[in-house]
């Protein structure tokens, strides 16, 4: 056998093997962003992680040993090149972008998003750091020698990191070895990153002094740096508590599709955004606040006795209610999330066409798209500052917070709470594009109950044609409802109930005169306008 | 009906217990297809028949279970696939009741386009990239699932998981979209489409312990066996009957399987005692490990020789 685990006969290899098996089955996986500019020495920081994890394949050191290009210095090699993808395509005229790597130990699968910093800093490191675990914000100790503080962008990177809410972030303070290792310098950094992290309001801070091209404190501790006695890098990424908020939380059941292979089944497939779900629980259905229980967790591996975030199944539930994509399930007995129309948020601008008040984009947030105003920009924040100024628009890589006023309700959290639940994306509705992204601060104006949102709209079945139905209309009207005909020609019977459950959710009432609805029209009816159905004048 | 716990499965039963790296894989996975198949109006799988496809096509019976698949499968048949390839293919498909769809470039196929005639790129260029074009025109497809992995090789590190086509179908890396959470956008004009990619994040490692830990079936090529073989420099090709043996080629019989699938004449075997899953991952990861070995211990001739066998498939 030409592949072995060293050294060991066939049954202790056998069990070397599974014991790696039952390891790598049973691994977490770490997502991680790295916030730092080429001379920070981040592609080679990444290098270094990657070579003494094992992670390089022969081959591709052999061709960065043999490249021309060697900014290590004589006898070393240059591992920034084993990232180096990302400069061709710059000299190609290509976007640069965030880029995706990965590697393992027996400890954890990780996941890095190396977001290079150039022009685009804020909307690549945002991007990065939208999923991830831990922010590394690379520290240059010769620059901060030189200039005697901390660079501003090792500002910016840092105050990116507080916005998108990375759980963890670790200040990795490069080069110690152009600064003779000196525990003074590490100190004097540490102690300003300190006090930035604590005015930004970080909650999990780590610094280490590490040497990216010498490899001190990366992998392998460092001989040179005895008075640092805290773990390298890679421990630190090993052992940092993995994000437990999503988890803890309420419940939040975004439905994604409704599963409906044949007549027996009905299930709503999302994702476990927050909290916990188990079959039995007494679950609200959002907008339309209508109340059942969890029948069962259905998965292709068969029933759960619980589902917590971030795991994907399909929920079969007791009654027969009216739920479809973009909308909701809670637990009853939990804290509601907030519901409104308005909402400040701050949000990253993206495009190269600004921002101004007055426009309107679609708001993505969870699986619900709806049109999002901009009512008001209250502040601008200078990143390298994190101080707030005015401003009348927002252009590319601005951070701001804004106001918005969207056409139906959304159904969220703060961000600070809930990434899943408090993020949103912006898309320009003309052209397609991905152009802003948003995290949720609070709700504005905020509608008391789930009922509300849909407060006082009916369905109105009435007898005595066109004129009798206008008549209604004119009552409802004066008592300040929203009220529409649906006796249109351009509505076919089929998509009545549609309609007539669009109009509901948008908290509009609808009047119907029609003759002659067939028993399976006016059954769907009933199921969507529930307790709102009223035949003839009604109250 | 519901299927019993499947203790061998990744999805576990455990309560309030965090997800190993495999349950999150999985878990992403089915909320990018759910995704895609709520936003999208005409999606398709591409269905290579190799392990990626394999994985994806499993994620798929689980994202829509009790359902069944909810778009069809394209297979792009360049006509020189193997012929164990394409007998899996059509007995899977109709084992887990998919729709397949078979996409021939027949004009190209008549008119005797091979790697000989052509070279591999022309040949490739007609009878895949033009081919799977032309498959998804004529379907009208607005999103196509590949099973394409940021780790696979450098320029894929920075593709989305919704990477956006332009009308001809054509990716300009600076238009692609920010992507940000799992927020994806999924608006199109007429004629624009959408390659979805949910095993963005899955390492080759990755899947092989998803294919052990579900017991999903593969080709029977990836696992080692005594088969007739052609050495052609440092490649092995099977000889089949299509295979055109040169003059001086003689056909010998080695211990060998496949690490990747394509086409028969373009794809080559590697030597190797590998038939099971398990041996397969085991020779995944010692294959690293001697690597790392090789800094540290002399090696013998045969295992750097072996290594460098190796090499040429990274």
């Known amino acids: ?539 | 009906m519901l299927k019993q716990q499947d203790t061998n499965g990744v999805a576990g039963s455990a309560l309030n217990e965090r997800l190993n790296h495999l349950q999150a894989l999985e878990a992403e996975s089915l909320y990018i297809l759910r995704e895609a198949v709520a936003e999208f109006a005409r999606p398709v799988m591409l269905y290579s028949i190799g392990k990626d496809s394999s994985v994806m096509l499993r994620l798929a019976q689980k994202a829509f279970y009790p359902g069944k698949i909810p778009f069809p499968l394209l297979h792009v048949d360049t006509s020189y696939k193997f012929p164990e390839m394409i007998t899996f293919r059509d007995n899977y498909a109709k084992e887990i009741g998919a729709t397949l769809i078979v996409h021939r470039n027949e004009e190209a196929i008549a008119g005797g386009a091979s790697p000989w005639k052509l070279g591999t790129q022309n040949c490739c260029g007609a009878l895949k990239t033009r081919s799977l074009l032309d498959g998804l025109e004529e379907g009208g497809y607005d999103a196509a699932f590949g099973g394409a992995r940021r780790d696979e090789e450098k320029s894929r590190a920075k593709e989305r998981v919704y990477s956006f086509r332009d009308s001809a179908g054509q990716w300009d890396p600076k238009n692609q979209r920010p992507e940000l959470w799992s927020l994806y956008n999924s608006r199109l004009r007429k004629g624009e489409s959408i390659r979805v990619f949910p095993l963005s994040n899955w390492t080759e490692l990755d899947i092989w312990l998803y294919l052990y830990a579900e017991q999903i079936p593969i080709v029977p090529l990836y696992f080692a066996e005594e088969r007739d073989v052609v050495v052609r420099g440092n490649t092995l090709t099977l000889v089949d009957h299509t295979t055109r043996l040169l003059p001086h080629e003689v056909v010998v019989k080695r211990k060998v399987r496949m690490r990747s699938l394509g086409c028969a004449p373009c794809t080559g075997a590697i030597e190797s005692e590998a038939d099971t899953l398990p041996k397969i991952i085991e020779e995944l990861i010692t294959f690293r490990r001697s690597e790392r070995e090789n800094r540290a211990i002399d090696h013998d001739e045969e295992g750097s020789m072996e290594a460098k066998k190796r090499e040429g498939y990274f």
């Open chain 1, 1 to 539: 056998m030409d592949t072995q685990i060293l050294g060991l006969n066939e049954e202790s290899r056998d069990r070397a093997f599974r014991a790696f098996l039952d390891a790598h089955l049973d691994q977490e996986m770490l997502r991680f962003t790295t916030a730092g500019s080429v001379d920070d020495g981040k592609s080679t920081l990444i290098g270094r992680l990657l070579h003494d994890t094992k992670s390089v394949y022969e081959d591709q050191l052999a061709s960065i040993r043999a490249s021309r290009v060697n900014r290590a210095g004589a006898g070393m090699v240059d591992l920034s090149l084993l990232t180096d993808g990302l400069k061709s395509e710059r000299e190609q005229g290509i976007t640069i972008d965030v880029a995706y790597r990965y590697f393992s130990t027996s400890k954890r699968k990780f996941i890095i998003a190396d977001t290079p910093g150039h022009e685009q800093y804020t909307r690549n490191m945002a991007t990065g750091a939208s999923t991830a675990d831990v922010a590394i914000v690379l520290i240059d100790a010769r620059a901060f020698v030189k200039l005697g503080t901390l660079l501003p962008q090792s500002r910016r990177h840092t105050y990116i990191a507080s916005l998108l809410r990375i759980p963890h972030v670790v200040a990795a303070v490069n080069k110690m070895d152009i600064v003779d290792y000196d525990a003074a310098v590490f100190d004097r950094i540490c102690g300003e990153f300190t006090a930035l992290a604590t005015k930004l309001g970080l909650k999990s801070v780590e610094v280490i002094p590490i040497s990216a091209l010498i490899g001190d404190n990366v992998v392998e501790p460092s001989k040179a740096m005895p008075w640092y006695s805290g773990p390298t890098l890679l421990e630190y990424l090993e052992t940092v508590p993995l994000r437990g908020d999503e988890v803890g939380g309420p419940l939040r059941f975004p439905i994604q599709l409704v599963v409906r292979p044949d007549a027996n089944f009905r299930g709503f497939a999302g994702r476990v955004e927050r909290g916990e779900v188990r079959p039995g629980m007494r679950v609200k259905a959002l907008p339309s606040g209508r109340v059942t229980r969890v029948k069962t967790i259905v998965t292709y591996d068969g029933e759960l006795k619980a589902a917590t975030a971030p795991r994907a199944v399909t929920l079969e539930l007791e009654d027969e209610i009216d739920l479809s994509r973009g909308e909701m399930l809670v637990a009853e007995a939990e804290a509601a999330p907030h519901i409104s129309n308005g909402f400040r948020a701050m949000a990253v601008w993206m495009h190269e066409s600004p921002l101004s008040v007055g426009q309107t984009y679609l708001a993505k947030h969870t699986t619900r798209t709806v049109r999002a105003t901009v009512k008001a920009i209250q502040y601008r924040m200078d990143v390298i500052s994190a101080e707030r100024v005015t401003a009348d628009e927002l252009h590319m890589n601005d951070i701001a917070e804004v106001e918005f006023e969207t056409s139906l309700p959304l159904f969220f959290d703060a961000y600070a709470d809930s990434r899943e639940m408090g993020a949103f994306i912006l898309i320009d509705a003309v052209s397609n594009a991905t152009v802003g992204a948003g995290m949720i601060v609070a709700a504005v104006d905020e509608a008391p109950d789930a009922a509300a949102a849909t407060h006082g709209a009916e369905f109105h079945l009435v007898s005595g044609g066109a004129a009798a139905a206008k008549a209604l209309q004119v009552k409802l009207e004066i008592r300040g409802e929203r009220v529409v005909i649906v006796d249109d020609a351009l509505i076919p019977e089929a998509t009545l109930p549609a309609v007539a459950r669009a109009l509901h959710l948008a908290g509009v009432t609808a009047i119907s005169a029609r003759e002659n609805l067939s028993a399976e029209t006016l059954a769907e009816l009933r199921r969507v306008a529930g307790a709102s159905f009223v035949e003839g004048e009604g109250r």
